[in-house]
């Protein structure tokens, strides 16, 4: 009895795991921290920033058709340093996090309710430096894709 106990705390509090969005202990890898290991096949999202003007993007993640997803991470990363870079607006469905101390330089889900898509509003730096931009995408607690290049529309 007591091992079921322990068992369905366990289950519990893995199911618990990031709900409210990507810690900042993972700002560097962008991986979950919660457990299972990231698929290495294609990912069934597509991620995309599309520019709205020079210095501003529309970063979004759509789910192919009867997929879902239930937490996301996005970073702008600097091509030079890795580190995130840029600044992401606020939006319904999203927060920011500040990733390497950089204010806002990352944005996370506030929730784990299924989602087939979620677009955020994304500010280039300013430098003008090389960037990619990444997301991670969390299907359910075990399954997730780590650092999905986004297709730069223009």
């Known amino acids: 009895m007591l091992k079921f106990v322990v068992l ?54 759509v789910a192919d058709a009867g997929v879902t997803f239930r937490g996301f991470f996005i970073q702008g990363r600097s091509v030079d340093t890795d580190n995130a870079v840029g600044s992401f607006a606020a939006a319904a469905d999203a927060k920011s996090i500040d990733c390497f101390s950089n204010l806002e330089s990352a944005s996370t889900q506030i929730d784990n309710t299924d989602k087939s898509s979620v677009s955020v509003i994304w500010t280039a730096p300013a430098s003008g430096e090389a960037v990619n931009v990444v997301a991670t995408v969390v299907q359910t607690l075990n399954t997730f894709w780590v650092k999905i290049p986004a297709t730069v529309v223009y």
């Open 8 to 61: 369905c705390s366990l289950l519990v509090l893995g199911v618990r795991a990031s709900p409210g969005g990507a810690p900042l202990s993972a700002c560097n890898s962008m991986s979950p921290i919660h457990g299972g290991s990231a698929q290495t096949g294609p990912a069934p999202y597509t991620v995309t920033a599309t520019a709205i003007d020079g210095q501003t993007f529309e970063v979004s993640i």
